[in-house]
């Protein structure tokens, strides 16, 4: 099981934001990661740090980046050409100078995949995956699965992040999901939600079932990565934290 973690979950929360890039610790993380047993670390790109962020040289790390995660795109205004433009354009070509090789798109919230935003959004990207031939992009979406096709479908170069949490708030069928998705999904996030309501918890403590995934993508032959993108737990205990995490899921996958 190549299991690792979204950026900040190993370091205390930044302004009490559940995900934000942890600039006093990020280096760090990549230090834990063998203590931790986790193999990768998925970075994290926020409005607050897009900035910050791009005049860094993280070549050093890229192996161990398996993603950067554009969570700035979380815009009303992402189907806005030129928005795009300044928020994505630069990223990609931070990507290539580092040797990091996929994106990760959450459309989600204010920029979620709906029929209304697809022609858009496949008109957009489409030009990204064809001037960025060498970066895959991987697009996370909480709506149903012949939608995300539609969209995935357009490039070779397009593939989709499973986030197990978001699926299951969603109240959608992890099993069509996997069947119809299996052979774009470049990513899973594992992470624990409720369905009633809607919010984020520890594994083992929602509605995701994590056994009958499991037992999903093994049957499809999923041989990709995994990517802890579980609810925080007790401040200054995190390290902790994401190890009971990885020792659940690992126990779990391996059953």
């Known amino acids: 099981m190549d299991l690792g973690v979204i950026q900040g979950r190993l370091s205390p929360p930044v302004d009490g934001h559940i995900q934000e890039f942890p600039y006093e610790n990020w280096e760090r993380e990549f230090n834990l990661l063998e203590q931790v047993g986790l193999s990768h670390i998925e970075w994290v790109i926020t409005k607050e740090s897009f900035d910050y962020i791009l005049n860094w040289d993280v070549a050093r790390h890229n192996?161990?980046?398996?993603?950067?995660?554009?969570?700035?795109?979380?815009?009303?205004?992402?189907?806005?050409?030129?928005?795009?433009?300044?928020?994505?354009?630069?990223i990609c070509e931070w990507a290539l100078n580092n040797w990091v090789d996929n994106?990760?798109?959450?459309?989600?919230?204010?920029?979620?995949?709906?029929?209304e935003t697809l022609p858009d959004l496949i008109e957009l990207f489409g030009s990204y995956g064809k001037v960025f031939p060498e970066l895959n992009f991987n697009f996370e979406v909480d709506s149903n699965v012949g939608l995300a096709m539609w969209l995935v479908n357009e490039s070779p170069n397009f593939y989709l992040v499973y986030d197990t949490g978001n699926i299951t708030s969603a109240n959608l069928s992890h099993t069509e999901w996997i069947s119809k998705a299996h052979d774009k999904?470049?990513?899973?996030?594992?992470?624990?939600?409720?369905?009633?309501?809607?919010?984020?918890v520890p594994p083992s403590m929602g509605d995701t079932p994590f056994k009958l995934i499991f037992?999903?993508?093994?049957?499809?032959?999923?041989?990709?990565?995994?990517?802890?993108?579980t609810a925080r737990g007790v401040s200054g205990r995190?390290?902790?934290?994401?190890?009971?995490?990885?020792?659940?899921?690992?126990?779990?996958?391996?059953e």
């Not at 093994?218 to 990709?224: E, L, S």
């Open 238 to 254: 995190e390290v902790t934290t994401i190890k009971e995490h990885a020792a659940y899921f690992k126990n779990l996958y391996n």
């Open 63 to 90: 192996r161990r980046i398996s993603s950067i995660c554009c969570d700035n795109l979380i815009i009303k205004t992402l189907t806005d050409k030129k928005v795009l433009s300044q928020q994505l354009r630069p």
């Open 103 to 115: 994106i990760t798109i959450p459309l989600l919230e204010d920029s979620a995949l709906t029929m």
């Open 185 to 200: 999904i470049r990513n899973v996030h594992l992470k624990d939600r409720t369905i009633d309501p809607v919010q984020t």
């Open 215 to 229: 037992e999903e993508l093994k049957k499809v032959g999923y041989t990709g990565r995994y990517t802890i993108q």
